[in-house]
């Protein structure tokens, strides 16, 4: 997906550009992360472009004050870069559509995951889309049936 810098201003917050286009970082235990924790079931995608990136199922909570998810859920939507600034070497995380920021990737941490990796993300840059109820009652209905 290819937006001139003026297309992706017009777009997005400012908040959000900072994030995505100019690889900001936001402040951590901001509003969304609190929204964040509080989310149910449901995918997250790209504010960029809509990508899925992550599910509920991947996320966990690692105290860190931003969104953390030990894997994706689309791999093929995720692309990641050595990042060598502010002196450190880490892993960026990106979305492979829009080439938007997302943030970085960091493993053997010790947490009690799957992986022990942690997709540190920033929550702006979040789009939550719950599943849908109707799914969930109709999955229950089946299996109702079925008994
Ligand atoms: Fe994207």
Redesign the pocket.
């Known amino acids: ?1 290819q937006k001139t810098d003026e297309e992706w201003r017009k777009q997005l917050t400012p908040g959000q550009y900072k994030i ?1 286009r100019e690889h900001g970082t936001e402040r951590p235990f901001s509003d969304t992360y609190d929204k964040f924790k509080k989310q149910g079931k449901g995918t997250y ?7 899925e ?1 992550f599910s509920s199922r991947e996320k966990f909570d690692a105290h860190c004050g931003w969104p953390a998810f030990f894997d994706a859920s689309k791999h093929e ?1 995720l692309k990641t870069i050595k990042d060598t600034s502010f002196g450190m070497v880490r892993v960026e995380v ?7 920021h ?1 943030g970085h990737i960091f493993e053997g941490e010790g947490f009690k995951t799957p992986t022990d990796q942690r997709y540190c993300i920033n929550g702006a840059v979040l789009k939550f889309v719950p599943d849908k109820p109707e799914a969930k009652s109709a999955a229950k209905e089946k299996a109702k049936k079925k008994q």
């Open positions: 997906m995505l995608h790209c504010a960029g472009c809509g990508a990136l939507n990106r979305c492979k559509k829009c080439n938007g997302l």
